[in-house]
């Protein structure tokens, strides 16, 4: 009985350990399937845009990934639904991103906190 406790707790052990720190197949497969994801994104956006268009698309990732992340999704959902007649020239890219630039439209704030000096001449 022993050696099958000692066993079981082996295994346990290795499992854990094994969870800890990854397991290097399952890591390779992970790194596998989002290249494989990332290839296919790069496939359908060269079919979806003409030069112009991806160049601003690459330049616009350079400066604002999020953005361009969201630009990319759109296309791609347009273009699996048919929704795109042809390529997407510069100009068209140009009136996507104003479309998705004033759905995510931010608004900043600036709150000036003023800090009270104990000697200060302002009665409170």
């Known amino acids: ?10 295994k ?24 494989r994801e990332v290839e296919m994104r790069n496939n359908i956006l060269a079919q979806v845009l003409d030069q112009a268009a991806r160049a601003r698309l690459s330049n616009l990732a350079l400066v604002k ?22 390529k997407v020239s510069e100009q068209g890219l140009i009136e996507i991103l104003e479309k998705v630039s004033q759905q995510t439209d931010k608004k900043t704030t600036v709150k000036f906190n003023r800090r009270k000096v104990l000697d200060s001449d302002e009665e409170d």
């Open 1 to 10: 009985m022993a050696d099958e406790e000692l066993e079981a707790l082996r």
């Open 12 to 35: 346990q052990r290795l499992a854990e350990l094994q969870s800890k720190h990854g397991d290097p197949s399952s890591e390779i497969a992970q790194q596998e399937s989002k290249q």
């Open 65 to 86: 990934p999020e953005k361009a992340k969201a630009v990319e999704n759109y296309l791609i959902q347009m273009a699996r639904f048919g929704q795109l007649g042809g």
